[in-house]
Structures are given as C-alpha cells and as structure tokens.
C-alpha cells in the first residue's frame, strides 16, 4: 500500500492512518465537506479525518467517563 502525500504531510497524532473509510454522502454533504475542508486548508480526506478523530476521542471519552454504565 503507497502512503498519500496527505498521510505524510498532515498524519495523525493517534497513529499511523493505514485503514480507510468509505462512507457514502448524499452529494450536497459531500460538497460541503469539501468546501470545509478547503476552507480549512486541508484536503476531504484530511478534514474528515480530524472531524472523526475529535469526536471520538473528544466527545466520545466524555460520554464514557460520565455514563456509569459505560465504566
């Protein structure tokens, strides 16, 4: 498997970003995915990573630690 220029230039700081993910997005979500993205500076690929990576190690890890039923 060939690492994109993005994985190289702007990885993540959780590891090494060797899995992928296909989502299928209505067309306008997608374009606005990209307009954010470029609006960010970054590519779809890019921003769509950051946004996941945020909400399940941001909001996702605040849900877990006040539900006492998840630990």
């Known amino acids: 498997?060939?690492?994109?220029?993005?994985?190289?230039?702007?990885?993540?700081?959780?590891?090494?970003?060797?899995?992928?993910?296909?989502?299928?997005?209505?067309?306008d979500t997608d374009e606005k995915l990209?307009?954010?993205?470029?609006?960010?500076g970054m590519t779809k690929a890019e921003y769509a990573r950051l946004v996941i990576e945020r909400h399940i190690y941001g909001v996702a890890d605040n849900i877990l630690r006040k539900d006492p039923l998840m630990g």
Request: proline letters at 3%; one cysteine or more; charged letters at 25%.
């Open 1 to 27: 498997m060939s690492e994109t220029i993005e994985s190289r230039i702007h990885g993540s700081k959780y590891g090494k970003c060797i899995n992928r993910c296909d989502i299928p997005l209505a067309e």
């Open 34 to 40: 990209i307009t954010l993205a470029r609006m960010s």
